[in-house]
């Protein structure tokens, strides 16, 4: 059982208000950490990362210990959109190739592009149950522009054996529900889960291999010990020969220095509608395929497995930190997206942090001989969580640096400037996204 008592450390928004909770099966029981154990492998964080990690190292026949200050999910594994998308949102694979630089720019671009097929099998595997569908992803265009650049990405994603097509509005309109559209760009790989269940399950599969989890067990300080290392936590200790630290954006910050400077916090509301009756949850998204926009203030949606529409929003002004204004905001900006909608009520509201990168991709940091963090996914986890565990993994398992599928880099802070940056930029980028928006014919959203 999860000692709530023993919680030392309070990072957050309660995952109880994300509808999750109220959706997912129960977590596998657990218990804190009250003596000294040891490791191959000590994981920090029971998140997609940490979890995914542990289950590629059990399977390889090494002894996992994770530790987590509250409950497995309780980051933004268990608080998300519940997305699944095997591409890269903000670049074309070539840029990304040279952003990350050669071996390792292809092999991730391999890595991503696969993704959603290994999140899958994962699920499929060890009998995941979080109501996953893999029905595809819809990128939905809202200028000329963007659906241009969607026909690069039709070239380079099927240059790869990918079967990616472009839509018409007309099509887009069949599979979203919305006429707002210029076009857009279907996925086949993408899909959808119910996170936190996915989470839990990720977490019930370790327990399984032999891994073990103590909750509301946050790990303190990383140390020497010998040739190994310890974590410390209130009431244990752990000593393992590899520490892999998967914090993501709900850092517990005295254990390893300075790792909260390496990216910026980004906050973000998630929200979830009444069940829609079953004639409308057809007539919006007949395939329950999973849709994001173009736009740089991106509205994306998708249903859970109850016919609930989901969706997220960053915070700005009275946006996120007004809760009423913000589901009216919602409200207005859906039924103009979706007309279909004629009520609209949004029962569930929650907070939850994105780790931003400035290069909107993760980083694997090798803190010291032995340690390793992960962190910076901007946003993009679900999928990509699931793949980086692996190359954990693989790292701990001795695989070289030169043979992993991400760099191993020094640890380096974001640009101090960077939240500020982000703030100042957003409306200046819907301002152009609007702009495009009307010189192409499409009356942009309400916001
Ligand atoms: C509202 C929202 C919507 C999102 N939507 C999507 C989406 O649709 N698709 C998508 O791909 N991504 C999405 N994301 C991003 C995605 O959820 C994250 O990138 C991903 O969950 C990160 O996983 P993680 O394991 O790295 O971190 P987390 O899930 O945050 O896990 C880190 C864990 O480490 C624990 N921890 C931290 N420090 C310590 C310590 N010292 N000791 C012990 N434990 C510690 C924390 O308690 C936490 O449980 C969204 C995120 C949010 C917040």
């Known amino acids: 059982m999860t000692n709530l008592a023993s919680r030392t450390v309070r990072i957050g928004d309660p995952l109880q208000h994300s509808i999750w909770y109220k959706t997912a099966p129960a977590a596998p029981e657990t218990g804190s950490l009250n003596s000294a154990v040891s490791a191959d ?15 590629h190292l059990a399977e390889r026949g090494r002894r996992v210990v994770v530790v987590e200050a509250e409950e497995a999910g309780f980051g933004a ?8 998308t095997p591409t890269f949102h903000s670049f074309e694979l070539e840029q990304f190739r040279r952003m990350i630089g050669e071996p390792f720019g292809s092999r991730m671009v391999r890595a991503q592009c696969d993704s959603t097929n290994f999140l899958f099998e994962l699920i499929r595997k060890y009998g995941i149950e979080c109501d996953a569908i893999q ?45 707002r ?10 899909g959808n889960i119910n996170p936190l269940a996915y989470c839990r399950g990720l977490a019930r599969t370790l327990i399984e291999l032999g891994g073990d989890i103590y ?30 630290y998967a914090g993501g954006a709900y850092l517990a910050p005295s254990c390893w220095q300075g790792m909260e400077k390496t990216y910026a916090l980004l906050p973000i509301i998630g929200l979830a509608s009444q069940p829609l009756p079953i004639e409308v949850q057809n007539q919006i998204l007949p395939r329950r395929n999973t849709v994001l926009e173009t736009r740089h203030d991106p509205a994306s949606y998708r249903l859970d497995r109850d016919g609930r529409l989901i969706t997220s929003i960053m915070l700005e002004g009275r946006r996120g930190g007004d809760e009423d204004y913000t589901k009216e ?3 207005t900006r859906f039924r103009w997206l979706l007309p279909q909608l ?7 509201y929650w907070h939850g942090r994105l780790d931003m990168q400035p290069r909107l991709f993760p980083r694997l940091f090798g803190l010291a001989p032995g340690v390793a963090a992960m962190n910076g996914y ?42 500020a940056a982000m703030r100042i930029m957003l409306p200046y980028l819907r301002f152009a996204d609007q702009r495009a928006a009307r010189r192409d014919g499409l009356r942009p959203p309400p916001y």
């Open 135 to 179: 029905s595809g992803y819809v990128e939905a265009a809202h200028s000329r522009a963007a659906f241009q650049a969607q026909q690069k990405k039709v070239a380079d994603y099927n240059a790869l054996g990918k079967q990616t097509r472009l839509l018409t509005a007309h099509q887009v309109e069949e599979l979203t529900g919305s006429p």
């Open 378 to 419: 901007s946003g993009r986890g679900v999928a990509t969580g699931t793949v980086v565990g692996k190359v954990l993994a693989d790292w701990a398992t001795g695989t070289p640096p030169e043979a992993l599928t991400l760099p191993l880099e020094s640890r380096g802070n974001a640009p101090q400037l960077m939240k």
């Open 342 to 348: 004629l009520e609209l009520r949004w029962e569930n």
């Open 77 to 84: 594994s268990g608080r998300n959109s519940g997305h699944c």
């Open 215 to 244: 909750t509301a067990t946050p790990a303190l300080k990383i140390a020497p010990a010998g040739s190994a290392w310890r974590v410390d936590t209130p009431n244990g200790q752990i000593v393992a020969d590899k520490v892999i």
């Open 329 to 331: 905001l919602l409200t």
């Open 41 to 55: 492998v000590c994981i920090i964080g029971a998140g997609f990362t940490g979890l995914s990690a542990g289950i």
């Open 181 to 190: 559209y210029f076009g857009g760009w279907f996925h086949p790989e993408g």
